[in-house]
């Protein structure tokens, strides 16, 4: 029974690494994408910007950042160049990086639409999505090369 309990425990710790590295590689990759594009485009230079049209934009480039940042914590292969601290590790998790990133590219076609119609397309949502967990099984293979 004991055995049982500690084999549970630690699969519970595992999990709950896994979520708590997830989120904090999804929060700080959304926000250092929407800052290099605020960064990159000048925002601040011209004071009559459409705010509503950077606010999309910036929930688009929010959702790329947490779906880099999902690549990043689930992809082993990405240990060479990142080196993650003690508390947020990286997993080989394609399964789960694949459903997560579908879920972000799902979320990015809907962001992307919203402005434009006011009928949801779900073959829409279902590409964006497919595109999403594509992307999320080829892992860190094509996400090496997005730069800045």
Known sequence: M???????AARAR?????VV???VFSIVFAT?????????SGIFSVPDRPW????YAGTLF????ALFGTILVLDRTADPVFKPRRFLRTFNRPVLRAGLCGAWGALAVIM?????????PIGSVFLGASVGAILGWFGWRWAKYVDF
Not at 14 to 18: F, L, P
Not at 52 to 55: D, F, H, K, Q, V
């Open 14 to 18: 595992r999990t709950v690494r896994i």
């Open 62 to 65: 929010g959702i790329l950042g």
């Open 52 to 55: 509503r049209a950077w606010l």
């Open 21 to 23: 590295s997830i989120a």
């Open 2 to 8: 004991r055995a049982l309990f500690l084999r549970f």
């Open 32 to 40: 250092l994408f929407v800052l290099a594009m605020v960064i990159h």
């Open 112 to 120: 992307a639409v919203k402005p434009f119609t006011v009928v949801l």
